[in-house]
């Protein structure tokens, strides 16, 4: 997984509350069996119209933000399907970082293990971040001190210790909870005798 | 005996699943049960082979394709070369890596969320996942149930567990006595009417009170289906008799000798009196009428006797805009009667509603009744090859049949248009599925979430009308 620690970058702003995954990537393009190829999609009912053309003057696509790396976004961002194309698709975007006044649990979940920082802060600050972000002005997110810092605005952000660890360092998960074997085997033991109908013998 | 502080359902779930207690809520927890499906699986079965890594527990997993499965023509080749594409995947990795796999062709293959519970799969206490956000399905039993992304998919597979922080615990009582003509579904979307689709967000929603007793097991599902649209990514429901009774005698419960230490178990589950909430919401049965959603999100519901809101009536500017938005999409006007909206197209189906009591109570409707003449197309897809099995020994294929519906095979079908079952940009949808979002039935497809009565009344008249109206006239 790529490693996060700060970026710097212009800034997309789309703050439509409950955007949910099924408008940041459409289930018809679901079917792809790899884990690319996704961004092409995304957002695709922003960008496209019902034939096919593209939307002038979306903000995914308008010169303007061309190149932004953090996405503002509106409240309970990522809501419905548990899909994890959705950052993947996002990803695709370009996108490493998205601000929201609250994101869904599992959108949230499937950010951290794809090297994507999703930052929670106050419906006013996210406010301010829009019109930051629609003047053109660099926005830096820095995750080790837990700041979004533009021009004279400083915001500190709440974020999982867990899943900080795992982003500056990159961490395999799997990996890591491989290492752990042994307890899950002897809770496994231990489960055999409490709920034994649960295993097959 | 020293006292101890008392637990809820949630509480005592996550605490006898803790391999290792990582402080402040954090914990590596087993899972029990996995469920897989076509189209959130392959990348995780691809990680593992790129890993040199093995499946943990095999016995663990059921894998079933639903998502974008044909529900009609199945004896003809599949016409979506990437759709088969996935389903060969989901096939192929089953068997590699020697999982038990439900084909399409099996009498037992549907809905995921349908064929775990059918098969005795779900239990009540496991803590039971899958690729898919509305495996808070399972929560009905008292199993701590929820979906996961496709990373999660890869680790528990790989090792049997997830990496997670422990939720809030937040109660939903619904008091009273549930009105006629309104079912599980009705209480579900007054819920998210409530509490709105963030309502729930960090939290698992322990249902409670006499109209969640009194519901059926499937009934609960359907509710419990419906927390993520609350935001909670788990519902319960505390087991009873019913919980058990429905799963004795099933392929994978417990088999007779251990049994009665399963049901004692299983009972000791429920909170403690006592046990504190950090959110207690009340919503009041005896008030809950018949919903229709009117906008792009499921808290956007109005009483089907109602009318669509008026922009005043949302104080916040965000709110206001999203209501416009929304109205533009879906056609409609503020203050319009919920019962001038016409429907084009009727979907009975999904995890939602596909289960036996929902084909028998939308069947109950359309009995001796036809379908009106503007009705494009009114489909009626069973949740599983066993809900459709069981309603054909009943009759209900050939009421709909006559009635002017189609009879389907079972899958996901137009709750979220990966197979070819989709409506039209502009068209209006009465549909027993959990999402109105935009473009979810297919591009422009204008949806509206029901109950399968209402989706069915609505079929009958070619627009919204209260199922009451035609319950009346019965008796």
């Known amino acids: 997984m790529k490693k996060f620690k700060a970026i710097a970058s212009i800034a997309t702003p789309f703050p439509r509350a409950n955007t949910d995954t099924d408008i940041i990537i459409p289930a018809k393009h679901l079917k792809s069996i790899k884990r690319t190829g996704f961004g092409e999609y995304a957002f695709e009912s922003v960008r496209f119209d019902s034939k096919g053309k593209r939307i002038k003057g979306n903000v995914f696509d308008a010169e303007k933000y061309k190149g932004a790396k953090i996405l503002i976004a509106g409240d309970n961002f990522g809501c419905g399907s548990s899909r994890e194309h959705a950052p993947w698709a996002i990803a695709e975007l370009g996108f490493r970082c998205i601000i929201a006044p609250s994101f869904a649990d599992i959108f949230a979940g499937n950010c951290v293990k794809n090297g994507i920082l999703a930052v ?37 952000f709440l974020f999982n210790l867990a899943h900080k660890k795992m982003l500056l360092d990159g961490l395999d998960e799997v990996g890591q909870t491989l290492q752990v074997m042994p307890a899950i085997d002897s809770y496994e033991e231990k489960q055999k005798l409490k709920t034994p109908w649960l295993f097959k013998s | 005996m020293p006292q101890t502080k008392p637990l809820t359902m949630y509480d005592k779930i996550w605490a006898n699943h803790i391999v290792e207690d990582r402080g402040q809520g954090a914990a590596l927890i087993y ?39 044909p529900t009609k023509n199945r004896d003809k080749p599949n016409p979506d070369p990437m759709s088969t594409a996935q389903l060969n995947a989901l096939e192929a ?56 992304g496709t990373s999660e998919v890869e680790h528990v597979l790989a090792t049997q567990t997830l990496q997670l922080n422990k939720s809030k615990n937040m109660r939903v009582t619904v008091t009273g006595v549930l009105p006629m003509g309104c079912s599980a579904k ?26 969640i007793e009194a519901l059926s097991v499937e009934g609960r599902m359907t509710l419990c289906n419906m927390s993520i649209e609350a935001g909670a990514r788990a519902g319960l429901v505390a087991p009873d008799g019913k919980t058990c009774d429905y799963l004795k005698g099933r392929p994978y419960a417990p088999t ?3 049994w009665e230490t399963a049901v004692k178990y299983w009972k000791s589950l429920a909170s403690d009196d006592g046990a504190v909430f950090d959110k207690d919401i009340i919503i009041n049965g005896d008030q809950i009428v018949p919903l229709v959603t009117w906008g792009t999100s499921p808290e956007d519901v109005a009483p089907v006797t109602g009318f669509v809101p008026e922009i005043a009536d949302f104080a916040d500017r965000a709110k206001q805009e ?55 197309e009114a489909i009626v897809v069973p949740g599983s090859g066993l809900v459709k099995l069981q309603a054909e020994k009943e009759g209900l294929d050939k009421v709909f049949l006559d009635a002017g519906f189609q009879w389907r095979e079972p899958g996901c079908s137009m709750c979220l248009a990966m197979n070819p079952d989709k409506a039209g940009a502009g068209e209006h949808v009465a549909s027993t599925s959990n999402r109105n979002f935009v473009g979810r039935q297919g591009p ?32």
């Not at chain 2, 899972?31 to 663990?60: C, K, M, N, Y």
């Not at chain 2, 775990?116 to 495996?135: I, M, R, W, Y």
């Open chain 2, 186 to 211: 009705d209480v579900a979307l007054a819920i998210i009417g409530a509490i709105g689709t963030a309502g729930g967000t960090g939290s698992v929603i322990e249902y409670a009170g006499p109209v």
């Open chain 2, 93 to 148: 990795n089953a068997k590699e890596f020697g999982l038990d796999y439900i084909a399409m062709d099996d009498v037992r293959q549907g809905i995921v969320h349908v064929v775990g519970p059918e098969q005795g799969f779900t239990q009540p206490g496991v803590t039971l996942v899958c690729g898919d956000s509305h495996t808070s399905t399972h929560g009905a039993f008292g199993a701590l149930a929820f979906g996961i």
């Open chain 2, 322 to 376: 999203a209501m416009q938005k929304a109205l533009h999409y879906m056609g409609l006007k503020a203050g319009q009667a919920i019962t001038d909206i016409p429907v084009d197209r009727v979907f009975i189906g999904s995890c939602t509603n596909s289960r036996i009591e929902d084909m028998r109570e939308a069947a109950a409707i359309v009995k001796g009744r036809c379908i009106a003449d503007t009705i494009i």
């Open chain 2, 256 to 258: 007779a000798d251990q």
């Open chain 1, 120 to 156: 929670p802060l106050p419906q006013e600050q996210v406010d301010a971040l829009v019109l930051a972000a629609e003047a053109g002005h660099e926005i830096r997110v820095d995750l080790g001190d837990q700041t979004v810092i533009c021009q004279n605005a400083y915001y500190k």
């Open chain 2, 444 to 475: 422009g497809a204008r949806t509206h979430l029901v109950s399968p009565a209402m989706a069915a009344a609505a079929a009958l008249a070619g627009h919204f009308v209260d199922v009451r109206d035609f319950l009346g006239a019965e008796s």
């Open chain 2, 31 to 69: 899972i029990d049960r996995h469920l897989v499906h076509e189209v959130t699986s392959p990348q995780a079965f691809d990680g593992l082979r790129a890993a040199g890594r093995t499946i943990h527990s095999v016995d663990s997993i059921i894998a079933v394709p639903d998502h974008n499965v």
